[in-house]
Every structure is written in structure tokens, then in C-alpha cells.
């Protein structure tokens, strides 16, 4: 240990100046500590100065310095004293000068690569492939935004950034906090570039309110045939459990058919649900049974990303809920009738119109009572509610309504 000094509550000699010498050990065997008071803090400091200057480093006979280290550490300390750092001892600054070259490591570190092998851990860790393209997109443009190169590019102000960005909702900036958090824990965690994950203490945008919508039943009605009748009806199942059991789209996706039970009281078993994390049962419909029915067996997952994009836009403007550019412009949205949870919101206020119970279709929906009440309710006329329920495919006629 070398000198230091510390002022202590003696009523008498206040100043202490501690040292260790390895060459002498007390009774437990570790190198003995030798204590020295003083009444004066300047005669206290002189002594300090007196054992670095002797290079008694580590104890006091510990070590000895050659001629050059000697006059090496002298003048350090007198450089050190001259600067007004009498208290800095030429250990701490010796890991002073170490952490520097930490920033000049990160300033190394190209953020391209980074990026793909935290990307890489995530595909190993068997995340959905949903889950790694939607934080590849944020990551990539959140980097392309900040021109952000290096590790050292990413500062309060690249941060703060994803945070204050106008003109966007307050649910895209926290879902792009939310995806560069994941990489900079990554980076702590894994790599050890970083101390901490500097977004933690950023605080997250307000959520905006933001009102559900609903489809009337002609726009459901539009939006099953196209399934029906678009990509061979592979999508079909995919859309009835979204828009007759208000299951969530990434529920929907993983529900295995043989999870669907379409007897008279049949039900859809939810195995993950994404908040409650448990098992839930949907009671399914006559409207429900009809339209599964009509759908194709199609392979698991029932909806994927990658594969069936490209259809499910095309069934959604076939539907006109989404209206597209034209040309060049083909992938720019004119018009957009279409929320994520818009057949989740459409099943639910059906619900609450046919059994009168906020408690039963929170249970069914795996959302909480206070959510179906501040956004569910009034939203289906009762007519639109009766023509939800009444719901066919057009090809089975009249004879399935009647079952109904």
C-alpha cells in the first residue's frame, strides 16, 4: 500500500499518514501497516511528500529504485504538487493513465460488426426471426441516422437522439430505445466494452393515447374473402383467430391446430400468452367454426414473417384497409385504415357486446379488466355487432347460417 494520507476525528492529532512495508508481517501474517499522526495538516503532508520522494512504495523499505526511478518519481511528485495535486499519489495516477486507453479502444471498435454479432447471439439464443429482423431495422437506423461509426460515436447526445426524434410517435421512439438498450446490455454483458448501459438512465417518451379501431362488418367480411381467396387461402386461419378469437398476432401465429377444439363448446388454448405468461382458453364461435372450416390445412407457423408478408399486405389492400403508391412509389402507404391489434380490438368489443362482462372477456382476451374498460367499451353499434356474429362464407350459403 503506498503512503496516503487521511484525517481522522482525534481530538489531538487529527492528520494520519498510512503505509504498508511487505518485508515485516504482523501477527495474522499480512504485511504490517504503520500509522503516523499529526497535529498539523502541512507537517503531515511533508512527511507524505518525504516517502514518496524515498520511494518507499509498498512499505517502507519494500522496494528500491534505481538512480533514474528515483529521479523519475521525484519529479513526478513535484510536477503533481506544482499542479495543485498534493492529495494524488503516483499509483492513482498510474490508473489514471490506464483508462485511457479504454476510449481510445472504443474509438476502435467499428460498430457494423458489433452490430451483426449481437444480431448473431440473439439467432442462437433461437429469438424469433420476427423479433432479430425488427431490432436489426431499428438498430441500422438509428446508426445510419447518428452516422455513428465507432463504439465512441455513441454518446449522451446519439442517444438522447432516439428519445427527441420529431415527428414520430412516442411508441416508435420507445420501441427504438428499447432495441439499442438490448445491444448496449449486449455490449456490457458479453463484450465488456462498456461499464453500464448508458440508456438506463434515460428516461422512456409518454405513450401516446391512442384510440382503438375497429372494422365494420363489411370490412371483415372483405378482409376473410381475401384471405380466402389470396395465396390459396393460406393466411385464413391466421386472420380467423386474429379477428374471431381476438387472439394477439404473434399468439395467432404459433397456435398449433391441434389446439383449436371446434366442437359446440369448442375453445382456442393460447399456451403463451404475451403478458400473463400462462395458459388461457378463447371460446370460439359459430362464426369462427364456419370460417375455419373453409380454411386450407396450412403448415406451422401459421403466419411468418419472412414467408407471408408479402401476402398478408396483399390481402389487407385487396380488402382496401391499406391503399399503396404507385410505380416507384409502390411501397409508400396513401392510405391506411389498418392498426397492428385491429381484429384483437374488433373480437373483443363483440364480446363485451354479447356477454355484458368486462371480467369475463379480460380473462379471455389475457388483458386486464381497467384495459377492456378505458378502451374497449361502445365501440360496435349493436346491428354491427349482430352482423359480426353472423358472419359466413359466402360459398356455404345460407344452410351454415342457419346452423349458427
Same mark, same amino acid.
Given at each position: 500500500?503506498?503512503?496516503?494520507?487521511?484525517?481522522?476525528?482525534?481530538?489531538?492529532?487529527?492528520?494520519?499518514?498510512?503505509?504498508?512495508d511487505?518485508?515485516?508481517?504482523?501477527?495474522?501474517?499480512?504485511?504490517?501497516?504503520?500509522?503516523?499522526?499529526?497535529?498539523?495538516?502541512?507537517?503531515?503532508?511533508?512527511?507524505?511528500?518525504?516517502?514518496?520522494?524515498?520511494?518507499?512504495?509498498?512499505?517502507?523499505?519494500?522496494?528500491?529504485?534505481?538512480?533514474?526511478?528515483?529521479?523519475?518519481?521525484?519529479?513526478a511528485?513535484?510536477?503533481?504538487?506544482?499542479?495543485?495535486? &498534493?492529495?494524488?499519489?503516483?499509483?492513482?495516477?498510474?490508473?489514471?493513465?490506464?483508462?485511457?486507453?479504454a476510449?481510445?479502444?472504443?474509438?476502435?471498435?467499428?460498430m457494423?460488426?458489433?452490430?451483426?454479432?449481437?444480431?448473431?447471439?440473439?439467432?442462437?439464443?433461437?429469438?424469433?426471426?420476427?423479433t432479430?429482423?425488427?431490432?436489426?431495422?431499428?438498430?441500422?437506423?438509428?446508426?445510419?441516422?447518428?452516422?455513428?461509426?465507432?463504439?465512441?460515436?455513441?454518446?449522451?447526445? &446519439?442517444?438522447?437522439?432516439?428519445?427527441?426524434? /420529431?415527428?414520430?410517435?412516442?411508441? &416508435?421512439?420507445?420501441?427504438?430505445?428499447?432495441?439499442?438498450?438490448?445491444?448496449?446490455?449486449?455490449?456490457?454483458?458479453?463484450?465488456?466494452?462498456?461499464?453500464?448501459?448508458?440508456?438506463?438512465?434515460?428516461?422512456r417518451?409518454?405513450?401516446?393515447?391512442?384510440?382503438?379501431?375497429?372494422?365494420? +362488418?363489411?370490412?371483415?367480411?372483405?378482409?376473410l374473402?381475401?384471405?380466402?381467396?389470396?395465396?390459396?387461402?393460406?393466411?385464413?386461419?391466421?386472420?380467423?383467430?386474429?379477428?374471431?378469437?381476438?387472439?394477439?398476432?404473434?399468439?395467432?401465429?404459433?397456435?398449433?391446430?391441434?389446439?383449436v377444439?371446434?366442437?359446440?363448446?369448442?375453445?382456442?388454448?393460447?399456451?403463451?400468452?404475451?403478458?400473463?405468461?400462462?395458459?388461457?382458453?378463447?371460446?370460439?364461435?359459430?362464426?369462427?367454426?364456419?370460417?375455419?372450416?373453409?380454411?386450407?390445412?396450412?403448415?406451422?407457423?401459421?403466419?411468418?414473417?419472412d414467408?407471408?408478408?408479402?401476402?398478408?399486405?396483399?390481402i389487407?389492400?385487396?380488402?382496401?384497409?391499406?391503399?399503396r403508391?404507385?410505380?416507384?412509389?409502390?411501397?409508400?402507404?396513401?392510405?391506411? /385504415?389498418?392498426?397492428?391489434?385491429?381484429?384483437?380490438h &374488433?373480437?373483443?368489443?363483440?364480446?363485451?357486446?354479447?356477454?355484458?362482462?368486462?371480467?369475463?372477456?379480460?380473462?379471455?382476451?389475457?388483458?386486464?379488466?381497467?384495459?377492456?374498460?378505458?378502451?374497449?367499451?361502445?365501440?360496435?353499434? +349493436?346491428?354491427?355487432?349482430?352482423?359480426?356474429?353472423?358472419?359466413? +362464407?359466402?360459398?356455404?350459403g345460407?344452410?351454415?347460417?342457419?346452423?349458427?
Amino acid at each position: 500500500m503506498t503512503p496516503r494520507i487521511y484525517k481522522t476525528a482525534h481530538p489531538v492529532a487529527p492528520w494520519q499518514v498510512v503505509y504498508r512495508d511487505p518485508t515485516r508481517r504482523d501477527r495474522r501474517g499480512a504485511s504490517r501497516k504503520f500509522r503516523r499522526h499529526f497535529a498539523d495538516e502541512a507537517r503531515a503532508r511533508e512527511y507524505l511528500r518525504e516517502l514518496t520522494a524515498a520511494a518507499h512504495l509498498e512499505g517502507v523499505t519494500g522496494i528500491s529504485f534505481d538512480a533514474n526511478l528515483r529521479a523519475d518519481a521525484i519529479g513526478a511528485r513535484r510536477v503533481l504538487d506544482a499542479a495543485g495535486h &498534493t492529495g494524488l499519489t503516483l499509483l492513482e495516477l498510474a490508473r489514471e493513465a490506464a483508462r485511457k486507453p479504454a476510449v481510445d479502444q472504443r474509438s476502435r471498435v467499428l460498430m457494423a460488426p458489433l452490430v451483426e454479432d449481437f444480431l448473431e447471439s440473439q439467432r442462437r439464443d433461437n429469438r424469433a426471426g420476427s423479433t432479430v429482423r425488427n431490432l436489426a431495422v431499428r438498430i441500422a437506423a438509428w446508426i445510419t441516422r447518428e452516422r455513428i461509426g465507432t463504439l465512441a460515436d455513441v454518446t449522451d447526445a &446519439t442517444l438522447l437522439a432516439l428519445k427527441q426524434r /420529431r415527428n414520430v410517435s412516442a411508441q &416508435t421512439r420507445i420501441n427504438d430505445m428499447a432495441a439499442v438498450s438490448s445491444l448496449l446490455s449486449w455490449v456490457v454483458n458479453e463484450r465488456r466494452l462498456l461499464p453500464v448501459n448508458p440508456l438506463t438512465s434515460i428516461s422512456r417518451p409518454t405513450v401516446d393515447v391512442r384510440v382503438p379501431r375497429v372494422l365494420e +362488418p363489411e370490412q371483415a367480411r372483405a378482409l376473410l374473402e381475401a384471405a380466402r381467396t389470396q395465396g390459396e387461402g393460406r393466411l385464413l386461419r391466421y386472420f380467423v383467430l386474429c379477428l374471431l378469437a381476438g387472439l394477439r398476432p404473434s399468439e395467432a401465429a404459433r397456435v398449433n391446430p391441434q389446439d383449436v377444439m371446434t366442437g359446440r363448446d369448442g375453445f382456442v388454448r393460447v399456451i403463451k400468452s404475451k403478458r400473463r405468461r400462462r395458459l388461457r382458453q378463447v371460446a370460439i364461435s359459430a362464426a369462427f367454426r364456419a370460417w375455419w372450416k373453409a380454411a386450407p390445412e396450412t403448415p406451422m407457423p401459421l403466419y411468418d414473417q419472412d414467408r407471408d408478408r408479402a401476402l398478408f399486405d396483399a390481402i389487407r389492400e385487396s380488402a382496401g384497409l391499406i391503399q399503396r403508391g404507385r410505380g416507384g412509389d409502390r411501397k409508400r402507404l396513401v392510405g391506411n /385504415r389498418w392498426q397492428n391489434d385491429i381484429c384483437r380490438h &374488433t373480437w373483443i368489443s363483440l364480446r363485451l357486446h354479447q356477454t355484458k362482462d368486462e371480467a369475463a372477456v379480460a380473462l379471455e382476451a389475457g388483458t386486464s379488466v381497467q384495459q377492456i374498460h378505458e378502451h374497449y367499451l361502445d365501440w360496435l353499434t +349493436p346491428a354491427a355487432a349482430r352482423a359480426l356474429a353472423a358472419l359466413r +362464407p359466402q360459398a356455404l350459403g345460407s344452410k351454415v347460417d342457419q346452423q349458427g
